[in-house]
């Protein structure tokens, strides 16, 4: 499993330390910065999974910097969790309007800063075994297919080949490659074999060519 990556931006050095050395001991790679600037610097390097956000900061704000991620940034995909002395239910409020995802007050339990990050983690991992394409949902844990809700049943084979060209979206996949994925006993090659479970595939989808694409002469591909 990848190692969660963390930034935490806090100008107490205090502060800054003992968050630094608990979400460590659990495993975490976690850097800390004392200033938005510093966090910036390496933001532009290495791009962390969580980012732990005080908003009183020595030059740059909390919120500044919050803005500048979302919206110059355009970056939708990090986890921002303030941690903040600022309790009043308005600050809460207008840090989880300005795309914040989540907010802990300080002085906080150690316990709690746990097991919030372990809850974002959770759920980053499970959105990212999720994959949605047009009306169909693949998810990649449970190795389920799904169209519109109702479970898709396929076997291990056709799953392997339509998860395939589903993981490489975009890419022309050729007919040898998913041959690969066929269990073939006497080892014959046969360029019928891969064509035969396309066509059982797009059967149990109910695709008409439409989803799974033939390239003549090439193979398959999924846009």
Do not use: C, W
């Not at 999974?49 to 910097?65: F, V, Y």
């Amino acid at each position: 499993m990848k190692q969660t990556v963390i930034y935490s931006v806090e100008d107490d050095v205090s502060i800054a330390t003992i968050i630094n050395k608990t979400l460590t001991k659990d495993g975490h790679y976690v850097k800390s910065f004392y200033d938005a600037e510093s966090f910036l610097e390496a933001y532009k390097q290495e791009k962390p999974d969580i980012l732990l956000l005080d908003l009183m900061l020595p030059k740059m704000q909390g919120m500044e910097l919050l803005d500048l991620l979302r919206n110059t940034y355009n970056d939708s995909d990090l986890v921002v969790i303030i941690v903040s002395a600022k309790e009043g239910i308005e600050d809460r409020i207008i840090g989880l309007d300005n795309g914040a995802d989540d907010y802990i007050i300080k002085p906080f339990d150690l316990s709690e800063l746990r097991s919030r990050v372990n809850a974002h983690i959770r759920r980053n991992e499970n959105s990212k075994s999720i994959i949605k394409i047009g009306k169909y949902t693949f998810n990649t844990t449970k190795e389920e297919v799904s169209k519109v809700g109702k479970i898709i049943e396929l076997t291990r084979i056709e799953y392997n080949i339509l998860m395939k060209l589903v993981l490489s979206r975009g890419q022309i996949i050729s007919r040898d490659e998913l041959f690969k994925l066929v269990n073939v006993k006497d080892g014959g090659y046969n360029s019928r074999t891969v064509d035969n479970h396309i066509k059982k595939i797009r059967t149990k989808l109910n695709d008409n060519g439409n989803f799974i694409v033939s390239i003549y002469g090439k193979g398959y591909i999924i846009y």
